[in-house]
């Protein structure tokens, strides 16, 4: 198995990038600087992130101004739900900046007196609201002291007593925090608005910097993952910092997911979308695409996760891995202007290729289909799974004494994976009619593709490039009892018994739903022409694929369009839906079940369940249909 987090080495030819990421910080020479690294879901943006810090930190230990740099990571998603993402933010830069001060035996005063600074800010924020909600306005001036108790006594007089004990409890942590000078300090001040705080603030940051003659550089990351809340307030808290001297933020974001939380956050006001990109543009100055994987990138990544597995399977020695790593990146940043040959595979491992031949040979057909099916689209995380998958059901045939081939599984594990439902219902009912268990159809394609004859459809659904490139992937299965593959692909194939029970108009219709990805205006309407009785086994498939494909939330969407309908099959998916373990519940559907009626006691209890997900909890409290 392979893990689904980001990498510290460098199996995607990243290096190139990260590199040339670490240098413009290194050459900025103090002048403010804003990375953005943009990409979608599981491309590879914490990775290229990780080897940009590993190259920025090996460049300054090599070098005799080492010291140049400090160096830190800032992830906002493990702080939601537990504490203000604007001021965990603000907080950690002031830790770190406290703990080098130490290290370096110098201006631990000012450092010091920069992390009084941000706790300072966090009471005028934590008291600005409370004032406001008086209507009494800014930050009165007088001892800190006797202010802190006419906030408190203000906070009483909240109607809603979540936010009174909630806003009383923050403000006296945050004063509790302060030193005793500090509250003198504060105390002695006749004029303290929040405006001149933050201003206060920004230059304490810049002179500490310029003292000690470093440069920040912070690392954030997953800040795609949060709930709109948390990730507007992280960058407001990277804004207060930005476009100081002597710094250089680089962030790690779906620009996609910026720009919803951006709508998210201005809900309830007309805004254009020049205006949603704009606010994040405004804070980015150098914007840094992650590379699409193209074959070659694919074929080096599958040969080289192939060759891990085989070293904790004890089938390669160790040093035989090293050395196909090196010449296949070495090979992959010269083969830019040409493809990587099945013998080049071989030959970079020498004489370990024998030892994972039939793995180079997966790796060396497997590419191009993993680049070109949409499903795919050479998404390293979905490559990853898509191999974990397979190493479960290679675990579950040995298990089971079924004779199965790796070759075969992998061959047929990807029709499952990009087939269209049509698709792959043809081919099951190919071999669930043979007594033999044998798709008769893949005999002729094949033995057509062998000789190089044009490729004619067995199906109207087996129409598009993919079953063509599919059939002249090796190994052949024409002829081949495929009963046992398909066994281990049950929970697809076992839902396929309701396709022949649908009309004409309901299996296009089902084709369409497994199509989108959210729900559709235009299917929608289409959906509600059918019987419910058509619809519901629609629904079904729906359940299905997303029970297979463990809860994702865009097949859970796909689902929605059929209860849009027929809102009368909202019980058919709240059942299904009572079916996601409380950690894996998706708070990314909230939005669309909230409003609805069929769904108000499922949200009760996954609000009140204190085995759900933070975001889900925190989502499901802020709105009254969730109450």
């Not at 008291?127 to 802190?148: C, E, N």
Request: charged residues 25%; aromatic residues 6%.
């Amino acid at each position: 198995m392979w893990h689904d987090i980001e990498a510290e080495v460098d199996l995607l030819n990243f290096g190139v990038v990260a590199r040339a990421a670490a240098d413009l910080i290194r050459q900025a020479g103090g002048t403010p600087l804003t990375i953005g690294v943009s990409g979608g879901w599981g491309a590879g943006k914490s990775t290229l992130v990780k080897l940009t810090k590993a190259e920025l930190e090996q460049g300054a230990s090599s070098s005799s101004d080492s010291s140049r740099f400090i160096v830190m990571e800032f992830n906002a998603w493990l702080y939601q739900g537990y504490e203000d993402a604007r001021q965990a933010l603000l907080q950690a830069v002031s830790d770190r900046l406290v703990e080098e001060a130490k290290k370096r035996e110098t201006y631990v005063e000012k450092a010091v007196a920069f992390a009084k600074r941000v706790k300072l800010l966090k009471v005028a924020r934590l008291t600005a609201p409370m004032l406001a909600h008086a209507g009494i306005g800014a930050i009165s001036a007088g001892p800190l002291g006797a202010f802190i108790g006419a906030a408190t006594g203000l906070a009483k007089g909240f109607s809603d007593e979540a936010t009174r004990e909630e806003s009383l409890v923050s403000l006296k942590d945050a004063y509790s925090d302060l030193k005793p000078e500090l509250k003198e300090l504060v105390g002695e001040r006749e004029d303290s608005s929040l405006p001149k705080e933050i201003h206060a603030l920004r230059k304490a940051f810049e002179e500490l910097l310029a003292n000690m003659r470093v440069t920040l550089v912070v690392f954030v990351d997953d800040l795609d993952r949060c709930l709109p809340p948390t990730t507007i307030a992280t960058l407001e808290a990277m804004r207060l910092l930005l476009h100081v001297k002597n710094t250089a933020f680089v962030i790690a974001a779906d620009e996609a997911m910026i720009r919803g939380a951006v709508r998210a956050h201005f809900a309830g006001v007309d805004v254009e979308n020049g205006m949603v990109t704009s606010y994040f543009d405004k804070l980015i100055q150098v914007p840094l695409k992650v590379p699409r994987l193209g074959v070659n990138e694919v074929k080096v990544y599958l040969a080289l996760l192939m060759a891990d597995l085989a070293v904790r399977q004890e089938v390669l020695e160790p040093k035989f891995q090293t050395q196909g790593q090196n010449a296949l990146l070495t090979l992959l940043r010269e083969a830019w202007g040409k493809g990587i040959s099945r013998e080049e595979l071989t030959k970079a491992y020498g004489e370990g290729a024998k030892s994972i031949a039939a793995s180079l040979e997966i790796a060396d057909q497997l590419a191009p289909l993993l680049v070109s099916a949409s499903d795919i689209a050479g998404n390293p995380r979905l490559i990853k799974r898509f191999l974990n998958n397979l190493m479960i059901r290679l675990t579950i045939a040995k298990a089971m004494e079924m004779p199965i081939a790796v070759e075969q599984l992998v061959k047929v594990q990807l029709l499952e994976r990009v087939a269209s439902p049509a698709a792959f219902e043809f081919f099951v009912n190919s071999v669930a009619s043979d007594p033999d268990g044998k798709a008769e159809f893949l005999e002729a394609l094949e033995r057509s593709a062998q000789a190089d004859e044009e490729y004619t459809p067995p199906h109207p659904s087996w129409s598009t490039s993919f079953y063509q490139q599919w059939v002249r992937l090796s190994p052949r299965l024409g002829g081949s009892d495929l009963r046992a593959l398909l066994h281990l692909s049950r929970d697809r194939s076992l839902g396929l018994a309701a396709y022949d029970e649908l009309s004409d108009e309901g299996k296009r219709l089902l084709e369409a739903t497994m199509e989108v990805k959210e729900v559709s205006k235009v299917l929608v309407p289409q959906l509600t022409t059918l019987s419910q009785a058509d619809v519901s086994r629609i629904l079904t498939r729906v359940i299905r694929k997303a029970r297979d494909g463990q809860w994702d939330a865009v097949d859970l969407l796909r689902g929605l369009n059929c209860t849009e309908a027929h809102p009368e099959l909202g019980e058919q998916f709240v059942q299904a839906l009572e079916e996601i373990p409380a950690a894996s519940r998706p708070y990314a559907i909230l939005p669309k079940l909230k409003n609805k009626a069929w769904a108000a006691l499922l949200l009760a209890d996954w609000r009140d369940d204190p085995e759900s997900g933070d975001q889900v909890k925190t989502y499901l409290k802020s709105f009254k249909g969730g109450r």
